[in-house]
């Protein structure tokens, strides 16, 4: 998001922290009363020790604090900046005209990728979480190597995330998608001023350099949605 005046960046910052805050609290106190009950329930839970009970509980916090900020920040941009709702809408469609184009598989792999951050931070977690309950069934582990082999556990399960990730930036690349897409782009530039032919439309230097022809086209559409719907109510 593009801050034009000091008080912006002041006022975006604040309510960055205060959904921050909030999330924090909340995530704090989620996981607080998620340990409490599971203790409660679940032997495994109860037996861990206070560190890892409070790693928990503060993993909480984190991820909800992030979530927080980040939906707070998005939710301050489209409040200032309403020029950009209408042109979020209109690529919302245009989106979902693409998504109903693809199969059920394509859509699952699309969706990974948009929360790709999200689906890390809860597999991380879960890894952890899970590799302790898989060990702690082992009754002939002291409870210190049951620690250090769930630790062993969930560092590989994330190794298997990452890898699941770099896995999704390979097949992004060979779509054109990916970190080498400006290299690709640039290639393709010089190949066809090499042949003669002349580019449709100028490449972006740099992601976002042509907002401002979407912005103007999306406003071009709601004015005329405006017209139309003026010239219906005074149709009736």
Same mark, same amino acid.
């Not at 590799?131 to 082992?138: C, G, H």
């Not at 690709?184 to 490449?203: F, I, M, N, S, Y």
């Not at 992601?207 to 406003?219: I, N, Q, T």
């Given at each position: 998001m593009k801050l034009l005046t000091k008080e912006e960046e002041n006022a975006h910052y604040n309510e960055v922290l205060k959904g921050g805050a909030l999330g924090t609290i909340t995530g704090l106190i989620g996981g607080a009363a998620g340990v409490l009950a599971a203790s409660k329930r679940f032997p495994t839970i109860q037996n861990l020790t206070l560190p890892m009970k409070a790693f928990l509980v503060t993993s909480s916090g984190t991820f909800f604090g992030i979530i927080a900020a980040d939906h707070s920040s998005r939710n301050f941009e489209m409040s200032t900046h309403h020029e950009h709702q209408f042109l979020g809408e209109r690529e919302a469609r !245009?989106?979902?005209?693409?998504?109903?184009?693809?199969?059920?598989?394509?859509?699952?792999?699309?969706?990974?990728?948009?929360?790709?951050? &999200?689906?890390?931070?809860? *597999?991380?977690?879960?890894?952890? !979480?899970? *590799?302790?309950?898989?060990? *702690?069934?082992?009754?002939?582990?002291? +409870?210190?190597?049951? !620690?250090?082999?769930?630790?062993?556990?969930?560092?590989?399960?994330?190794?298997?995330v990452m890898c699941g990730t770099a896995a999704m930036e390979i097949s992004d690349q060979r779509k054109g998608r990916g970190l080498m897409d +400006?290299?690709?782009?640039?290639?393709?530039?010089?190949?066809?001023?090499?042949?003669?032919?002349?580019?449709?439309?100028? &490449?972006?230097?740099?992601?976002?350099?042509?907002?401002?022809?979407?912005?103007?086209?999306? @406003? @071009? @559409?709601?004015?005329k949605v405006k017209d139309a719907k003026k010239e219906k109510e005074q149709k009736e």
């Open positions: !245009i989106r979902n005209q693409e998504l109903a184009t693809m199969s059920a598989t394509d859509r699952l792999w699309e969706f990974v990728r948009k929360e790709k951050y &999200k689906i890390m931070t809860a *597999s991380w977690a879960a890894s952890m !979480i899970g *590799s302790w309950v898989l060990v *702690s069934r082992n009754p002939t582990l002291t +409870k210190g190597q049951k !620690i250090v082999q769930a630790r062993v556990y969930a560092q590989g399960l994330t190794l298997a +400006k290299m690709k782009e640039k290639q393709d530039k010089t190949r066809l001023e090499r042949e003669g032919v002349p580019e449709a439309r100028r &490449k972006e230097l740099y992601k976002g350099e042509e907002l401002w022809k979407d912005m103007v086209d999306a @406003e @071009e @559409e709601r004015l």
